[in-house]
Nanobody, 124 residues
C-alpha cells in the first residue's frame, strides 16, 4: 500500500488549506483512513478518521468544527479540508491506513501504512 500526501503549505491564521492523500496498492474503499499530525517537538497526534464508506467520521476536539475529512473511493483519494487555521495547527500532516479491514481507531498503533507527510505552517 502506498500513500502520497500533498497540499500542505504556508498560510496565515484564519486561512484554509485542503490536503489530499492518493492511495494505491489495494482496494481503497475497503478500509478506514485517518489523518494524524506531528507538531514541532511533539508526538504524533490524531486529527480525524473516516470509515470505509465515508458515512462515519470522528475528529479530535482541537479540530472539530474547523476540519472536515472526506474521501472519494472512485478516485482512491482521501481529503482533509482545513478552515480557520490557527498557528497551533502547524505540523507535518500524515495520512494513514490500517492493515485490517474494519479497523477504526485514533491511536497511531492502529495504522500500518503511512504517507510521507506534508508540512502545514500557519503564521500569526
Amino acid at each position: 500500500v502506498q500513500l502520497q500526501a500533498s497540499g500542505g503549505g504556508l498560510v496565515q491564521a484564519g486561512g484554509s488549506l485542503r490536503l489530499s492523500c492518493a492511495a494505491s496498492g489495494r482496494a481503497f474503499g475497503g478500509y478506514s483512513m485517518a489523518w494524524f499530525r506531528q507538531p514541532p517537538g511533539k508526538k504524533r497526534e490524531f486529527v480525524a478518521v473516516i470509515s470505509s464508506s465515508g458515512s462515519a467520521t470522528y475528529y479530535a476536539d482541537s479540530v472539530k468544527g474547523r476540519f472536515t475529512i472526506s474521501r472519494d473511493n472512485a478516485r482512491n483519494t482521501l481529503y482533509l479540508e482545513m478552515n480557520s487555521l490557527k498557528p497551533q495547527d502547524t505540523a507535518i500532516y500524515y495520512c494513514a491506513a490500517p492493515k485490517i479491514s474494519g479497523s477504526y481507531g485514533t491511536m497511531p498503533a492502529a495504522y500500518d501504512y503511512w504517507g510521507q507527510g506534508t508540512q502545514v505552517t500557519v503564521s500569526s
